[in-house]
């Protein structure tokens, strides 16, 4: 079987095995590997965040010339409101909300899945490394292994109660784990359906877990008694076309990404849903550009008021975006455009992407006209530049880069020859440090616990 591993974020001039405590951070590559845009305000000066703070309980190119330069004249598009599910529906009039100010983050925790195939069945693994101490990297075992009879997928979730891992392709199954990393349960969703779930998150206001599905235009909603399963559904779009894929709650709202593919898998329509978590109405943006398949982004230490995602249009030069969206007034602005001219920095496909606490943008970027690159992109929206941090990158897997808001850490995954290494890069202080696994990644993520 193909060795797989994991790695140190490639910032540094030298790699180092396990630790680099003494390494900095390096001078910005030369000019062909960095390109000047104008400068963007991440935010806006003026702008109070007037909505609903309630904690989530985890986490907390003109384009005109398709240069990668900031959108000074950004598509808005006002949402369309979706009359809620009747059996969902929560008819008592709201009361505006105090602020509730976010908790505090006590630990951090990284996870990591990983597959030993696509086609390879039950081969799905997860490891954790408490208080993200990659020394203690080490797997929770899960009797037979996870994923399905066809193959293995995998993407996680966490929340404050424990954390899950998602069965993607030709598997239906949801693995939930304890606050102590232990193994709890395994659930089916549609056993006998293919669905190809995306992504799943935790409602504090009904005490229910909600998941994305690419084959299902309905939202799947669980009670949290595991002991008692009750699935219901969602209808968070009237196209059949809609594809919901990685979603975000933020307060009271959970941002749904919409692919919209048709049966040739291009996209048609970029959009997000917002869902209200307490009576679950939906309502819906319209993107500028199609196919947002990454994560959707939020750092509530650099930004309150707007989410980040990519869109990679249908993997072709200049249609896809990074995007800024306003979470109160739903105002899309384009940050940067793909490019059209060969050899820019920007001439291939946003993938996904995670913020730091300091501002900085990492963002995965493929070229697929140049051999499947996947290259690591440095963006300082302040400073106006872009530059091409790392090399070599896996961009595919479900959760392919993420950032921890305690440790000012950034995790992300690299081949290296028949290897894959997990890299990280510490954004406060410059060391570095890597882990291998013999196995292909699926995702990461930082969990963490609130005091």
């Keep these: 079987m193909k060795k797989i591993v994991f790695s140190?974020?490639?910032?540094?001039?030298?790699?180092?095995?396990?630790?680099?405590?003494?390494?900095?951070l390096?001078?910005?590559?030369?000019?062909?590997?960095?390109?000047?845009?104008?400068?963007?305000?991440?935010?806006?000066?003026?702008?109070?965040?007037?909505?609903?703070?309630?904690?989530?309980?985890?986490?907390?190119?003109?384009?005109?010339?398709?240069?990668?330069?900031?959108d000074e004249n950004p598509d808005s598009e006002s949402p369309d409101s979706e009359t809620p599910d009747s059996e969902t529906s929560d008819e008592t009039p709201e009361t505006p909300d105090e602020e509730i100010p976010e908790p505090e983050i006590v630990a951090s925790h990284l996870l990591v899945a990983t597959v030993g195939g696509y086609d390879v069945p039950m081969s799905g693994h997860v490891y954790y490394a408490k208080d993200e101490k990659l020394d203690t990297f080490k797997e929770i075992p899960v009797d037979g292994g996870m994923g399905s009879s066809d193959g293995a997928d995998l993407n996680l979730a966490a929340f404050t109660e424990g954390f899950a891992v998602v069965g993607r392709h030709d598997s239906s199954s949801l693995y939930f784990f304890g606050e102590d990393f232990d193994?709890?349960?395994?659930?089916?969703?549609?056993?006998?359906?293919?669905?190809?779930?995306?992504?799943?998150?935790?409602?504090p206001f009904k005490d229910e877990f909600i998941v994305s599905a690419w084959s299902l235009s309905k939202l799947q909603i669980i009670k949290n008694d595991l002991e008692n399963i009750q699935i219901s559904e969602l209808e968070i779009s009237d196209s059949k076309s809609a594809t919901p894929t990685k979603m975000k709650v933020i307060g009271k709202k959970l941002f749904v990404a919409l692919q919209n593919l048709n049966a040739q898998n291009t996209s048609e329509k970029g959009e997000i849903a917002v869902v209200d978590l307490k009576n679950y109405s939906v309502e819906r943006i319209d993107l500028p550009t199609t196919n947002p398949n990454g994560k959707i982004e939020y750092n509530a230490n650099v930004d309150k008021?707007?989410?980040?995602?990519?869109?990679?249009?249908?993997?072709?030069?200049?249609?896809?975006?990074?995007?800024?969206v306003n979470t109160d007034n739903y105002e899309v602005k384009k940050v940067l455009s793909e490019s059209e001219e060969e050899n820019n920095i920007l001439d291939g496909d946003f993938v996904d992407l995670s913020i730091a606490d300091?501002?900085?943008f990492y963002i995965i970027f493929s070229n697929n006209i140049l051999k499947n690159e996947n290259t690591l992109l440095l963006y300082k929206p302040k400073e106006g530049k872009i530059s091409k941090i790392d090399s070599n990158?896996?961009?595919?897997?479900?959760?392919?880069?993420?950032?921890?808001?305690?440790?000012?850490?950034?995790?992300?995954?690299?081949?290296?020859?028949?290897?894959?290494?997990?890299?990280?890069?510490?954004?406060?202080?410059?060391?570095?440090?890597?882990?291998?696994?013999?196995?292909?990644?699926?995702?990461?993520?930082?969990?963490?616990?609130?005091?």
């Design 26 to 70: 390096p001078d910005l590559p030369e000019m062909d590997d960095s390109l000047d845009v104008d400068a963007f305000e991440i935010g806006d000066e003026d702008e109070t965040s007037d909505s609903e703070s309630e904690p989530d309980n985890e986490n907390g190119g003109n384009d005109g010339d398709n240069q990668g330069t900031p």
């Design 183 to 203: 193994f709890k349960k395994e659930i089916k969703i549609k056993s006998d359906t293919y669905i190809n779930m995306q992504d799943m998150v935790y409602n």
């Design 8 to 24: 140190v974020l490639a910032l540094i001039l030298f790699m180092f095995l396990v630790s680099c405590e003494d390494s900095t």
């Design 393 to 451: 990158i896996n961009a595919f897997a479900a959760n392919p880069i993420d950032f921890s808001t305690l440790t000012g850490k950034i995790y992300y995954f690299v081949d290296e020859e028949s290897n894959t290494y997990l890299k990280s890069l510490d954004t406060k202080a410059g060391g570095s440090e890597k882990i291998l696994l013999d196995f292909g990644p699926a995702a990461l993520r930082v969990k963490y616990d609130y005091k």
């Design 305 to 324: 008021n707007h989410i980040y995602l990519t869109t990679t249009g249908n993997w072709k030069q200049g249609d896809g975006a990074l995007l800024q």
């Design 358 to 360: 300091n501002g900085d």
